[in-house]
C-alpha cells in the first residue's frame, strides 16, 4: 500500500519541479539583465586581483584558489536576497503551501535552479578564470571539485538563511550576516582542499567533509528552510 502510494506520488513531484524550474526560467530571461550580475559582479573580483598582482605571478598563483572561492561565495551572497523574496511579495508561497507536494520539494527545487543560475556558470568557467590567475594546471581537477562540492552547500545553507527572513523587508545586509557565519566553514574546507595539495599535503579530508556536509544539507536545508516558510507566513 505504501509503495504504490509512493508511486503515484513520484510523477506528481517530479510534475511540480518541471513546472517551477520552467517558470523560474522563464522569468530569469525576462530579468537576464539582472541574472548576471552575480556572475559579471565574480569575474569583477578575479580580473581585478588579477590587474593588482599582473607582476607577481607567483603570488598570484598562491591565492587563486582563494580568490575564486570567495568570487563564488560573495556572487551567491549577492543573489541570495532574491531567492524567496519575489515569491513572498507575489503570494506563489502562500500557493506553495497549498500545493498537493511537499513544501521541502518546492524549496529545494528552487534552490537548486539557483545554484544552477549563479554557481553553475562560474564552475564552466573556472579554467578560464583560473588560467588569468595563473593557477597551475595540476591544482585545477581539485579546485573544480571543491567547487562542484561546495557551491551546492553554499546555495543550501543560504536557503535557510533566506527562508528565515523572507518576512522581513530590506533585509539584505541581515542576509549577509546570518550566512557568512555559516559559509566561513565551507570557504575554508574548500580553499584549504587546494592549498594542501598545492603543499604536498593530501586534501582528501577537506573533499570528504564538503561531501559530507552536502549530503546532510540535501536533506536537512529544505525542511528547515520549509519550516521557516511556514513560520513567516503564519
Do not use: K, N
Not at 62 to 76: D, K, N, T, Y
Not at 119 to 129: G, K
Request: net charge neutral.
Amino acid at each position: 500500500m505504501a509503495d504504490s502510494q509512493a508511486d503515484l506520488q513520484a510523477p506528481g513531484l517530479w510534475r511540480a519541479a518541471r513546472a517551477l524550474v520552467l517558470r523560474d526560467l522563464r522569468l530569469l530571461w525576462r530579468r537576464r539583465g539582472d541574472a548576471l550580475q552575480p556572475a559579471l559582479f565574480a569575474l569583477l573580483v578575479i580580473v581585478l586581483f588579477a590587474l593588482a598582482l599582473g607582476s607577481e605571478t607567483r603570488l598570484l598563483a598562491q591565492i587563486a584558489p582563494g580568490v575564486l572561492w570567495v568570487a563564488a561565495l560573495l556572487s551567491g551572497l549577492l543573489a541570495l536576497d532574491t531567492l524567496f523574496r519575489g515569491d513572498a511579495d507575489d503570494g506563489s508561497l502562500e500557493q506553495w503551501r497549498l500545493a498537493p507536494v511537499p513544501l521541502a520539494w518546492l524549496v529545494l527545487v528552487r534552490t537548486l535552479t539557483h545554484w544552477a543560475t549563479t554557481a553553475l556558470p562560474l564552475l564552466v568557467f573556472t579554467p578560464l578564470l583560473a588560467e588569468l590567475l595563473h593557477l597551475p594546471h595540476a591544482q585545477l581537477p581539485l579546485l573544480l571539485a571543491s567547487l562542484a562540492l561546495g557551491t551546492p552547500l553554499l546555495s543550501l545553507l543560504g536557503a535557510v538563511v533566506a527562508a528565515l527572513t523572507v518576512g522581513m523587508r530590506r533585509s539584505g545586509v541581515l542576509v549577509a550576516l546570518l550566512a557568512l557565519p555559516l559559509y566561513v566553514p565551507v570557504l575554508v574546507f574548500g580553499a584549504g582542499s587546494v592549498a594542501a595539495a598545492a603543499q604536498g599535503l593530501p586534501a582528501d579530508g577537506a573533499l570528504l567533509w564538503l561531501g559530507a556536509g552536502l549530503v546532510a544539507s540535501l536533506v536537512l536545508a529544505p525542511l528547515a528552510a520549509a519550516a521557516a516558510i511556514r513560520i513567516a507566513l503564519d
